[in-house]
């Protein structure tokens, strides 16, 4: 029997590959033989060839950062548990990635010895006015007398590496809301039947009161809160939004001068508490129905029985184990000629680094840089509603995966660990690495004589973030032929509004009705990744290939078609740093391609960026009123913009309170600088960066009750060779079969080839019947005997999820990119 790796099995794993690899691909296994002992230890652990130069911070690193902090920095008057705004602590500690230009000798030169490894450290700080967030650079590591901490600022273009932090006092502005509340209860009560309830926030007949800024200056925010339901059975506090909301007047960052303005509801704006209690005491006040919890918000229904559900769906295997070869310790993976490094932080979850195929450059640097949701409505929540997901951490709520379901059972998981609050914390599973098959074939042809498939089997690194009411399932694919896929898929709660029963209002302009009182709130999603393509080298050219159409006339068609209507390929070199939507029809094709590197047909290697499965888009809204400048890159699909060291990101998570002066400001980086390299005196070295957009146009509908749908959500940007290979690659590895119709014709075109030798050929003929039957010859290697599947392989124990009860962010100040608070 073949006996299957269990999650518990995952570190052995990674010893096994190179036997399985060897095994697998160079002596097909024979019948009746047992592929693998996977009882026994074996001697060689797969090694990457290099150190992974961007790994997070360990933990010992990271508790020397802290130490060398605390001693070293005194005058810093830092303490290591904050009871209140008025402490100075260490928020977070985290790997400052190197520069690139400081990798370049070790990774691609041979170099000796890898660059300098840095910490960077986010520490709220108190100045003469007021609370700050601040970074500084602390290395070089190992921590020795030679170490440093200096202001981090090359990495910020606005040239500051502080931003003033307004939610610094995070209980108190609890509290305002709670006495905000505590205030108006008699009207919440006459209207909603419910108060909030101080000694228990999350009692679920209570309500709680949750901010927007609507507006941030320096330093300050214009809020208005609207009461939840708290939906704890749930979790659908964001289907739960209740019709009253308040203003606040929230400039000062001392909390004690916050003050509360007007209220709104039912499409009637008061000037203050009183006036609203007024109004309510006339007979003739307009009530609207309240938005009540429910079954409709259940997530599951375990109950219903159609035809079918009795039985359990399909599920992939992988008998054999895996076929990629995986350093553990350096997250370093080998895939049919794929290479990669695996790192992760805190704001921004999964990177991948030094991406290779068959040896050639591909990509220094794949990774997510921010997620963006911006609504739009006409009540004083969701008219200005907009998130940025790395405020609250995608890295950070990437939590444990769950087996057998987000991945495959036989998936390899990796842990994760981070620093933040003096201390190292640890997520367990939460990045999955598996090969699968996918449902329809990478080649497959009917020749007269024979037909030929070829299976497409892919590599996913997945992990999910869970920011609040949303759960983004990111996957980084790759495939045989080089091609690298980039997918987004969201599910989880929408964040709805109010729907008020007011038939003077619009119907249906910002949504629709999904409930009693609850209707659906359109909004962008915009994910930005940065793609820092180095396509067989660091210089590249980006162009836009064109597809137009034209009258031309040819010799040969003469006299029948003096001209004759046709198209050709035109290219466009895309000379400055520029924005660039996806063309209409299709109609270009955006390459990058090396500057100095062919094919063996004298056609310049490249890659395209193209457009994957469902939408790719970019923000609706011109000029954000929220957004300002914190997220310029959400306006246009493409950005080709040179690469800097001084440029790192796109987007950093303290954008979010500074939005007309972002500590990070994209048009600063997207700036029309030169992208011409060959002309003599061009400083440009040629080294081009691409930041592109995935997400979607989302107008929830009824069927996003309870819950938004993967399938609907789901949106990819592919990377493609063109020209890179001298022909497919995928050929040499694929899997798949050729059969032999039955007939007497062979050899001549699509005929029978010689047969090939040994194994191969026992193998090949091992289904056929006799001389006349069809015949199958396998490339790869295939299935040879029936398994017994243990019930692991199908049905994962959940005894191995072994996360405990954590703290999913509420989308409140606490937790994110401000920092966390006890409270005194
Ligand atoms: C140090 O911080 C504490 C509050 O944590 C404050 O009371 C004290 O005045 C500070 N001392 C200095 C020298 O800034
Ligand atoms: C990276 O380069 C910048 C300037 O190009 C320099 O200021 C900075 O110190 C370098 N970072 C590290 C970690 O060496
Ligand atoms: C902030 O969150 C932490 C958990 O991350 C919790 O222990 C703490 O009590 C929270 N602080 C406040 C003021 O709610
Ligand atoms: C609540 O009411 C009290 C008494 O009128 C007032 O002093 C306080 O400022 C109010 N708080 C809020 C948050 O509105
Ligand atoms: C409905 O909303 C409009 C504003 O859009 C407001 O003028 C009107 O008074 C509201 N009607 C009721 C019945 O509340
Ligand atoms: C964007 O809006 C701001 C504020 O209204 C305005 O100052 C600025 O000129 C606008 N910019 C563009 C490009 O429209
Ligand atoms: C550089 O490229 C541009 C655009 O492709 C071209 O017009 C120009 O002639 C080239 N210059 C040199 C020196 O090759
Ligand atoms: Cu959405």
Known sequence: MIEFRSRSWVLLSSLLVLVLLGGFLITPFKHGQTPVDYSSKHADVYKSPRQNVWAELTASEAASVNEYIFKEHASLNLTKHPKSGRDNFIFGVETLKPNKTDTISYLYNDGPSPPERWAKAAIAQNFDDGPYMAYYMVGPLPITEDSVMLPLEYIFNSGRNYVKNPVQDWAAIQDFALAMAENVSDITQELLGATANRADPSDPHGLLAFPRPSRIETGGFTLWMQFYRPGMGSNARTLLPQGIYAKVDATSSDVTKWSVGQFYYNGVLYESAGDFRTALADPNFERTPANIDGPWTDTEDFESKPPGRELPPPVSIQPYGPRYKFDRKERFVSWFGFEFYITTAQATGVSLFDIRFKGERVMYELGLQEAMAHYAGDDPMQGGLEFLDTFFGMGKNAFELVPGYD???????????????????????????????????????????????????????????????????????????????????????????????????????????IHDALASSMHDHVINFKADLDVAGPKNDMVRMALEPITQSYEWDKPEHPERNTMHLVEYKVTEEAGIDWPKNSGEFYLVYSSDQKNAWGERKGYRIASGSGTRPHLTILNSTTLGDSARWAEHDIWVLQNKDTEPRSADPLNYFTPHDPIIDFTKMADHENLEHNASGSSYDGDLVIYFNVGAHHVPHSGDVPNTLMHTSGSSVKFVPHNFNDRDPSRESVQGVRLQLKGSKSG???????EPSGDLKNRMNRRTKGPDTTKAMYFGATYDKGIKIPLEALEPSMEEYVSEEHGVTDLSYNGSAAGVWHRE
């Open 748 to 754: 001549g075109f699509a005929g029978e080839q010689s």
């Open 407 to 513: 991945c495959p059972a036989y998936a390899d998981y990796l842990d994760v660990e981070f620093h933040q609050s003096q201390k190292t914390h640890f997520t367990p599973n939460s990045i999955c690495l598996f090969e699968y098959t996918a449902d329809y074939l990478l080649s497959r042809h009917t020749a007269q004589y024979s037909v030929t498939a070829s299976r497409n089997t892919f590599l996913t690194v997945r992990s999910v973030s869970t920011v609040g009411n949303y759960d983004y399932t990111i996957d980084y694919v790759f495939y045989m032929d080089g091609t690298l896929e980039v997918k987004v898929r969201a599910s989880g709660f929408i964040y709805a509004a109010f729907y008020t029963a007011n038939n003077t209002k619009s119907e249906d302009e910002y949504g629709h009705r």
